[in-house]
């Protein structure tokens, strides 16, 4: 009897969705970092998962604190099972801490810019790794997540020539945020290493950014019991860019799905949305755990 009631078990469905079109100055030496349609963004995103059957989470810019994710995605990994779906959606900008676990090749570790604080890579990867084994999580990321190397800034799709606004923190704002709360960014990373036991050991960028496959990875695939589904916004080499209604990924990522016209499976999907975004911006997918299965599924379906 208990075979046959867990084999009919309803999967269950559960979605956080983070936009923010500001962050607090205080937390950033100043900065505010103003974008325009990252809220737009994670409505857009949450309205899916709604007509998908997910029950949904939503932070808009002052609620995107690193408490309320962090509490959202604990929540979330205790409900969830073997067979279930978590949508994590972040729309933001993205930015940089120095390393000091000496795991990152380029001596930085990537990071989401929540409201009062960063999101190191680090702890997310370990976040998603307290979901259950079978558990499937799918990560849309539109933000970036570039080095400090100054770049110029892409043109918009939208308006070949105006000069749209980045999701890449200013480095020089990266840099005075690390130098005003250096204690509080050592010591997560310290703590994260510790909890985990992974210090000096796999790089753990493949959560937030946007790789390409490569052996330092296989380690951490290893580790990861749930099934994770990366789209990421851009290359870790580019800039995704903020627009009026949607930032350019999450506009494409809504053109493909066409109000859930959309048919074929998550390498598809991916496919078609690199498609419609310039050379300047493309999107990568990367996966973590055991995917085959969740791959060829339909995106967001529960």
């Given at each position: 009897?208990a075979k046959a009631a867990s084999a009919t078990r309803k999967s269950k469905?559960?979605s956080l969705h983070i936009g923010l079109n500001a962050v607090s100055p ?277």
């Open positions: 009897m469905a559960l205080a937390a950033y030496g100043g900065w505010s970092g103003e974008l325009a349609a990252c809220e737009f963004d994670a409505k857009d995103m949450a309205a899916i998962a709604k007509s998908q059957g997910m029950r949904s989470t939503v932070l808009m810019t002052k609620q995107g604190t690193r408490a309320n994710m962090l509490a959202a995605m604990r929540k979330a990994a205790k409900q969830l099972k073997k067979g279930d779906l978590f949508f994590l959606t972040y729309s933001g900008h993205g930015g940089q801490v120095p390393d000091v676990t000496g795991e990152e090749i380029d001596k930085q570790d990537e990071t989401w810019c929540l409201y009062d604080g960063q999101l190191i890579d680090d702890e997310l990867y370990f976040e998603l790794s307290r979901f259950s084994a079978g558990v499937r999580i799918l990560v849309f990321s539109d933000s970036c997540h570039s080095g400090t190397v100054t770049r110029a800034r892409p043109r918009t799709p939208a308006d070949p020539g105006a000069i749209g606004r980045s999701k890449m923190m200013p480095p020089a704002v990266a840099l005075r945020t690390y130098r005003e709360h250096q204690q509080f960014y050592d010591r997560l990373q310290r703590d994260v290493a510790k909890v985990a036991g992974k210090a000096a050991t796999a790089d753990p960028d493949s959560v937030l950014a946007q790789l390409a496959v490569s052996p330092r990875l296989t380690a951490i695939a290893k580790k990861f019991n749930p099934s994770v589904i990366l789209i990421s916004g851009c290359q870790d080499n580019q800039t995704s860019m903020d627009g009026e209604q949607n930032g350019a990924f999450t506009e494409q990522v809504l053109n493909v799905w066409n109000h859930g016209q959309y048919r074929g499976n998550y390498a598809k999907f991916h496919a078609a949305v690199k498609a419609g975004l310039p050379a300047s911006q493309s999107p990568n997918l990367f996966t973590l755990g055991a995917v085959a299965r969740f791959l060829r599924q339909q995106p967001f379906s529960v």
